[in-house]
């Protein structure tokens, strides 16, 4: 089996691409536990219930036109739809899409740094539903 080293992973906000600003990209996902034992039982059990999406980004800040800033700030609040892939290839089976539709937004940090430091942004998009696409 093959190792992945992320070194050109694809990030898609809003469908504006900044991958080429992303340094850090971690998309959670799970399903939560819904508890299902009954009087009786020796042991707990559990079924499946809602999907719990949380993806964070860090971005490398931008302030020119159709960039970091331009995208993210209007976000603020709102749910949107982000597109991640492990390499920028095109999808497949060794490469899938993963879309999370509804993703919402919090906060942003906008001006974040100390002397000599890159700008950074990081954000936490949380909920929404995901689909993962292999062709």
């Given amino acids: 089996m093959a190792k992945l080293v992320l070194t050109d992973a694809s990030v898609t ?11 850090s990209v971690t998309l959670n996902y799970e399903i939560d536990s819904v508890e299902t034992t009954a009087f009786g039982s020796t042991g707990h059990t559990f079924t499946g219930g809602l999907q719990n999406l949380s993806v964070e980004i860090a971005l490398m800040q931008d302030l020119a036109a159709a960039n970091v800033e331009a995208t993210i700030y209007p976000l603020v609040g709102t749910t949107t739809t982000l597109v991640l892939k492990n390499t920028s290839a095109a999808t497949s089976a060794t490469n899938p899409t993963y879309t999370i539709s509804g993703a919402f937004l919090a906060s942003h940090t906008p001006v974040a740094g100390s ?10 998009f949380t909920g929404g539903t995901i689909v993962k ?3």
């Fill in 13 to 23: 906000i809003n469908s504006i691409s900044l991958g080429d600003h992303a340094n």
């Fill in 115 to 124: 002397v000599g430091e890159l700008a950074m942004t990081t954000l936490t």
């Fill in 133 to 135: 696409t292999t062709s």
